[in-house]
């Protein structure tokens, strides 16, 4: 039996605790002895992490992952007692050379500076949680595995000396980013390893693996990041498709990528051979000097034949070259509606161009460009797996107070930030919710607790004048899914239904909307809502609201709680999921606890 790659790294890892509690609960489960060889315990350990962080379900693996996110920030991120004071002094430096003087950092300033540094790292292991429980992280459960524990270890990695920069208890920097072509080489490394260990009899193979996870990364990335794109200028080229299925091609789909510093994670082996299996792969390559096509630029990654999986570009982020954009449109004509989700994301990113190009040259933006930079309508959208930087930063060049008048159409004293300055000519608020605030004359439209982020959303929908049995029968004939436990709610003697119809104004609100940041309990997020005057849904919204909202956004109807089979207290919510809407239920007791980003459905005024 050939030893597993985690074996040889980690000898210790099959006899730890973790390992020795995953092999009793399988084999309490199967009734089988698992074998006592590293290998069989090893893998009954990643077969209980996959189950945990990589269930196909995706509301079991979200719920998972936000439950072990708060252990993970506790054990990773610095603390404050641990910030050295070399840190603050260089601040002083800084503020120094860019010509501030010489600054006094106050206990306020200090403990702002430590937040803003505890923030980064939390953004920084979001990155790489949310990378290695997505579908586009194809590397097997085991290198996920060590993957993390090994990046935990690590700070920045430094390009001029080509290493990782050791972390500590007072280490500030975030975690190391992301490099996915480096990362999947070396998952490709290991994987020959695994499939037999005699590949270690290469010496080059063998030296690799060897080496000590930062080095080897290291390596790859130093490696990568020299690869620099021969005739950059060039957009001349031709799209060359791999089929799907097919391993040849993806063997010279890995051969393409090689050596060219794409940053895509297509450049190891056996990911561009899980990427084939899984759809279509379509790539851009320019002419080289030669005036052959060899230098990969754009990349489409297909689900099956007929649906686009991701586009990628070679900018960070994987971002699309603005030059490239032009040849993305021809192609994206050929997919149909599928191009056309694609088309807008190329609309958005030349639109954003130009705004950008104004900014630079200080222009005036109008209207239609504010509304579309902070994002009032929809949200820009990009390529890259983050946002478009650019957004952030020419929002940062610009005064939200001068902004929001033009994009609100009213005048600046028509913007209420209180409610001390709320008068009956006000158009506006942005600020903290206060009580009776939706029984003013605001319209809730134009209500927000941050602008643009933190906009209070409205909804209509209309209830009466239909049985229970025809709520279902016309969710069934919409292809809306509707969970046992919702049609339990649905034909309880506590659901019913009004004769007359009548149209309801509804508000979502999120629990930190409501002023708890750090989550609170049913009753008092009902009792918050009514004090700013808004009232419990009738429990017909649920099914109602449903056939009218077809988004996909998870959202909880706040109602009069109803008795489940099993004696405990529901409410309806909302969701999507497998590629269909659902009409749910949610436990919802009074001293039930809700986290700060739960979004709560309200009646406000009648129409």
């Known amino acids: 039996m050939e030893k597993h790659p985690l074996h040889l790294k980690i000898p210790e890892l099959q006899k730890s605790e973790e390992v020795e509690l995953a092999v009793e609960k399988q084999e309490r489960l199967t009734e089988e002895k698992i074998p006592n060889n590293p290998n069989e315990r090893i893998e009954a350990y990643m077969d209980r992490l996959e189950n945990i962080f990589l269930n196909p379900n995706e509301r079991v693996r979200e719920r998972n992952l936000e439950m072990v996110k708060n252990k993970i920030y506790d054990n990773l991120l610095i603390k404050k007692e641990n910030f050295p004071e070399s840190y603050f002094e260089l601040q002083k430096r800084v503020a120094r050379e860019q010509g501030h003087g010489d600054i006094e950092i106050t206990p306020e300033m200090r403990d702002q500076m430590m937040n803003v540094a505890i923030e980064d790292q939390k953004h920084s292991l979001d990155q790489w949680t949310d990378y290695l429980t997505s579908e586009d992280a194809v590397y097997p459960a085991w290198f996920k595995y060590y993957a993390w524990s090994q990046v935990i270890k690590l700070s920045q990695f430094d390009k001029e000396r080509g290493e990782f920069k050791k972390r500590t208890d007072s280490t500030v920097a975030p975690y190391p980013d992301i490099y996915r072509e480096p990362l999947a080489e070396l998952c490709d490394l290991y994987e020959k390893v695994k499939e037999d260990n005699k590949a270690l009899k290469d010496d080059e193979v063998k030296r690799l693996f060897s080496e000590r996870f930062p080095s080897a990364y290291a390596e790859l990335i130093q490696k990568s990041l020299a690869s620099q794109i021969e005739n950059q200028e060039e957009i001349k080229g031709e799209w060359i498709k791999y089929e799907q299925g097919d391993m040849r091609q993806a063997e010279k789909l890995y051969e393409s990528l090689e050596g060219k510093g794409t940053g895509w994670c297509t450049a190891g082996k056996s990911t561009a051979k899980t990427q084939v299996e899984q759809g279509d792969f379509y790539v851009y390559y320019t002419n080289d000097s030669e005036d052959k096509p060899t230098q990969p630029r754009l990349a489409i990654r297909m689900n099956g034949q007929n649906k686009i999986g991701e586009i990628r570009g070679i900018l960070p982020h994987q971002n699309v070259e603005s030059m490239m954009q032009d040849v993305l449109d021809r192609k994206l004509n050929t997919f149909g509606d599928a191009g056309d989700i694609y088309r807008e994301k190329s609309y958005d990113m030349q639109r954003l161009t130009k705004i950008e190009e104004k900014t630079k040259s200080n222009q005036e933006l109008s209207k239609e460009d504010l509304i579309f930079l902070y994002e009032i309508n929809r949200k820009i959208e990009g390529f890259g797996y983050d946002k478009d930087p650019r957004i ?10 001068e902004d929001a008048p033009i994009i609100l159409e009213c005048k600046p004293e028509e913007i209420a930030t209180n409610e001390s300055e709320i008068t009956e000519n006000t158009k506006a608020y942005i600020g903290k919710l206060f009580p009776n605030i939706f029984k003013t004359n605001i319209n809730p439209d134009n209500i927000y607790t941050s602008f643009p982020e933190g906009k209070i959303q409205k909804y209509e929908t209309q209830i009466g004048g239909k049985t229970k049995d025809e709520l279902m029968l016309e969710m069934q004939e919409k292809n809306i899914n509707i969970s046992d436990y919702a049609k339990d709610m649905l034909n309880s003697q506590d659901f019913t239904t009004q004769t007359n119809q009548e149209n309801l104004n509804l508000v979502r609100l999120t629990v930190k909307d409501l002023g708890f940041p750090n989550g609170t309990t049913t009753d008092e997020i009902y009792k918050k809502a009514e004090e700013f005057g808004l009232e419990l849904c009738p ?24 008795t489940d089979r099993d004696g405990r207290l529901r409410v309806f919510d909302l969701y999507w999921y497998g590629g269909k809407l659902v009409l749910s239920t949610f436990y919802a007791k009074p001293s039930n606890r809700w986290d700060d980003y739960h979004k709560f459905i309200f009646r406000s005024r009648k129409s």
């Open 539 to 562: 429990a017909e919204v649920g099914p109602s609201l449903r056939l009218s909202y077809l988004g996909k956004d998870y959202m909880v109807i706040a109602m009069k709680q109803i």
């Open 392 to 401: 952030e930063e020419i929002r940062g060049e610009r005064n939200i107070k």
